[in-house]
């Protein structure tokens, strides 16, 4: 049983063009995350949420929105893509007061503009 | 705002031989992540560190954390070609409530056979 799922793996796309990336978590977990990887391979916090409360808004540009509509459930969609978006983009989630654990992470989505 | 900072960012070493990654971070936290991952795939944990002194080890690697220098080392025993990976170390800061783990620059280690 796959604990943290993205979908979909891969999105190549125009700029301009709007894309969303969904995440699930079947760990019980009540924290989720989306990172950002870049090029070189640096990871960047953008969003947290707890509960579906959003904790953690980085700055990140408002095209950026995610959603939480449970707490098995963080989306994350873009609005008018950029060449400057592209990416390798993971959920991940984590369980409060059990630092122990530490966060699982997806796969990845790796998003390419064009 | 914490800083966490890896080196050396890149490594090539011969398989057999010994090497240390090391990670620097510049406020105090006793929470230390290590994560491994390999090429187009997710991260995977490797050592969950969280007091002054805790050391794990798992096959070659080992890992250790020091609060008070703000350092945390990653040692590899007689590499072999499998653990060719980036390694990263990631930092809990105290206030963050598990909400925001802040990652190193990764360590980009290659095992020569």
């Known amino acids: 049983d796959t604990a943290v799922s993205q979908t979909p793996k891969y999105l190549v796309t125009q700029m301009g063009n709007d894309k969303s990336i969904k995440c699930e978590q079947n760990?019980?977990?009540?924290?989720m995350y989306w990172y950002k990887q870049d090029s070189k391979k640096f990871l960047k916090i953008m969003f947290s949420?707890?509960?579906?409360?959003?904790?953690i808004n980085e700055t990140v540009p408002n095209r950026f929105s995610p959603k939480s509509p449970d707490k098995a459930h963080l989306n994350l969609h873009i609005n008018s893509l950029e060449l400057g978006d592209s990416a390798v983009y993971f959920c991940?989630?984590?369980?409060?007061?059990?630092?122990?654990?530490?966060?699982?992470f997806g796969s990845g989505t790796r998003l390419t503009v064009v | 705002e914490l800083k966490v900072e890896q080196n050396p960012l890149f490594l090539s070493m011969q398989e057999g031989k010994n090497y240390t990654i090391y990670c620097n971070y510049s406020?105090?936290?006793?929470?230390l992540y290590w994560y491994r991952q390999d090429p187009g795939k997710s991260l995977e944990s490797l050592f969950v560190?969280?007091?002054?002194?805790a050391v794990k080890q798992e096959g070659r690697l080992m890992a250790s954390l020091d609060t008070k220098a703000r350092l945390s080392t990653l040692h590899i025993t007689a590499a072999v070609h499998d653990l060719s990976a980036t390694y990263f170390c990631?930092?809990?800061?105290?206030?963050?409530?598990?909400?925001?783990?802040?990652f190193g620059t990764g360590t980009r280690l290659k095992v020569l056979a």
């Open positions: 560190l969280l007091s002054n002194g």
């Open positions: 990631a930092v809990d800061p105290p206030t963050s409530g598990t909400y925001k783990y802040i």
């Open positions: 991940a989630s984590s369980l409060t007061g059990r630092p122990n654990y530490g966060y699982t």
């Open positions: 760990l019980g977990h009540d924290t």
């Open positions: 406020t105090t936290s006793d929470r």
């Open positions: 949420y707890n509960n579906k409360e959003l904790i």
